[in-house]
């Protein structure tokens, strides 16, 4: 690996400039266009060359599509898997009977196509709900998906997987342990419908270390739990999300419990989940700025993310950020309404380092000097309790009339 493919470092592990899933040893993947979409690709296969231990983390929406459903039943067994299929352009949620039937179908096709069983292959799907997945546009392309899979496909499947996105989202970093090198890859869609848990989203990782099965799924909760279930685009959760994860085991390196290599390599997926998150809050579906939420000396944990997630989640304070208003009291007033703890007038808030608000009541500031902050892409939100010492930080975006107008014609 050159210098010139590195983008990012830390004293434990490195980004590989255009990584992805397949980054990682013994990865190939494929991203093709089979018909589900009107246009661009709709169709993707990661495939690793080994038998992988596999985790995954699901929507707690209780409409759950049926990919969710038989991609959980094989996660939470002690099993092996080789692939993922995952289609956009149609959830195949609240399809009944019919859709799970649809769904086992396409399985069952794709392990033939592969010569595998069935129970090595998960499955995804995202896209419009309430409709029949065209299961023949996929099975008739699946010789063409098997045969575009490549050490270098990462970034087609990213494609593949995207719905209102307006960009890819593909990760991969490098990581050093004490008994040699790992890589973790990943790729993600999401722009509309995101909320915890989990938004509607849609996250898939790789490695290439040799960790069992239930550090690999506490290791995947931690890093959902901080990445993935700390940000909002619009307050909806949907009935497809998932990140699933593959270990391949390929480096040989194998991950200890209660080790440090084990502490290092949960830091790392948790950056790496972390930074596909934020991706998916860039790209919200009509947003204009990127805003970041710090609760800070709140009385529990718990509180601080009620708080976070109210602001998170607040068409007033989101609209106001659109429009540039400093309009501290919509803050204040959603933080106030969750029911954690807090005494209002004890509070400090600011705007990136400008402060608006003192403990008091007391307000200091300019409207020109909070107007060029708001101008900017890049927001911080920092709310100081000054109660206790529990921190938590969230990612959210801005309302604006374009996101009304790709929700209002999202079927059209």
């Known amino acids: 690996m050159s210098n010139s493919s590195l983008i990012e470092t830390t004293a434990r592990y490195t980004y590989i400039e255009n990584g992805s899933v397949t980054s990682v040893k013994g990865i190939k993947a494929s991203g093709i266009y089979c018909g589900l979409k009107r246009k661009n690709k709709d169709l993707a296969l990661i495939y690793s060359d080994a038998p992988a231990v596999s985790a995954g983390t699901y929507t707690t929406n209780k409409a759950a599509a049926p990919p969710v459903i038989i991609s959980k039943n094989i996660t939470e067994k002690n099993q092996k898997v080789k692939a993922i299929i995952v289609n956009s352009g149609n959830a195949n949620a609240c399809t009944g009977v019919e859709g799970h039937l649809d769904a086992l179908e396409i399985q069952n096709k794709c392990a033939e ?13 995202t ?11 996929i099975t008739k392309s699946l010789e063409n998906l098997k045969n575009d899979l490549s050490p270098s496909g990462g970034l087609n499947a990213a494609e593949a997987i995207m719905t209102t996105d307006t960009i890819p989202k593909s990760f991969a970093l490098t990581v050093q342990l004490s008994n040699g090198e790992i890589t973790i890859g990943g790729i993600a869609k999401g722009s509309g419908m995101i909320m915890p848990n989990m938004a509607t989203m849609l996250g898939f990782v790789t490695t290439d270390a040799k960790i069992n099965k239930d550090l690999l799924q506490s290791a995947l909760t931690e890093a959902v739990n901080d990445s993935y279930n700390k940000i909002s685009v619009d307050g909806e959760t949907s009935t497809n999300d998932m990140v699933l ?18 502490s290092i390599f949960v830091s790392a997926l948790k950056d790496l989940s972390i930074k596909m998150a934020k991706s998916i809050v860039f790209d919200g579906e009509g947003a204009t700025k990127f805003i970041t939420i710090n609760i800070n000396n709140a009385a529990s944990e718990e509180d601080a993310n009620l708080i976070a997630k109210s602001l998170a989640n607040s068409p007033l304070v ?8 400093p309009n501290w009291g919509r803050i204040i007033s959603a933080a106030s309404s969750c029911g954690a703890e807090i005494i209002p007038e004890n509070t400090s808030l600011y705007f990136n380092d400008l402060p608006l608000l003192q403990p008091g009541y007391k307000t200091d500031f300019k409207e020109e000097d909070a107007a060029k902050i708001l101008a900017k892409k890049n927001i911080v939100i920092t709310l100081d309790l000054n109660i206790a010492d529990s921190n938590t930080t969230w990612w959210t975006c801005d309302y604006s009339e374009e996101y009304i107008k790709i929700n209002a014609h999202y079927r059209t």
Do not use: F, H, P, Q
């Open 113 to 125: 196509s592969l010569d595998l069983s069935n129970s090595e292959i998960l499955i995804s799907s």
């Open 127 to 137: 896209g419009v709900i309430g409709e029949r997945l065209n299961v023949s546009a």
């Open 245 to 262: 994860m593959l270990a391949n085991e390929l480096s040989n390196v194998e991950i200890a419990e209660n080790s440090e290599d084990y």
């Open 318 to 325: 989101k609209t106001a950020i659109n429009g540039g208003d």
